[in-house]
């Protein structure tokens, strides 16, 4: 089993930044990619971001260029670095991670005032 915990939150105005953070522990060893995905009010969840073991990364359109993910090996920690957020940035962000099953945090709230 895997345990993610999402921090980092919260409420900024459009044009600002946040990072947020996903602790992972337990069977850690296992997990091949990490990555960030929201969920919007009315709308299904998708990817943001993800990063593999070898440090690949993929992004979706939307956040190319303004998101940035990383991680660290030996805190076992994801990061999402987003800048220039805008209000449609809005959305519950989880933390994913790929092992022999998809692991889930219980979300961190982003909130982009415009």
């Known amino acids: 089993q895997v345990q993610l915990v999402e921090s980092g939150g919260g409420l900024v105005q459009a044009g600002g930044s946040l990072r947020l953070s996903c602790a992972a522990s337990?069977?850690?060893?296992?997990?091949?990619?990490m990555g960030w995905y929201r969920q919007a009010p009315g709308k299904q969840r998708e990817l943001v971001a993800v990063i593999s073991t070898r440090g690949t990364t993929n992004y979706a359109d939307s956040v190319k260029g303004r998101f940035s993910i990383s991680r660290d090996s030996v805190t076992n920690t994801a990061y999402l670095q987003m800048n220039t957020l805008k209000p449609e940035d809005t959305a519950v962000y989880y933390c994913?991670?790929?092992?022999?099953?998809?692991?889930w945090g219980k979300g961190t709230l982003v909130t982009v005032s415009s």
């Open positions: 994913n991670a790929k092992g022999t099953t998809d692991y």
């Open positions: 337990g069977s850690i060893f296992s997990i091949n990619a």
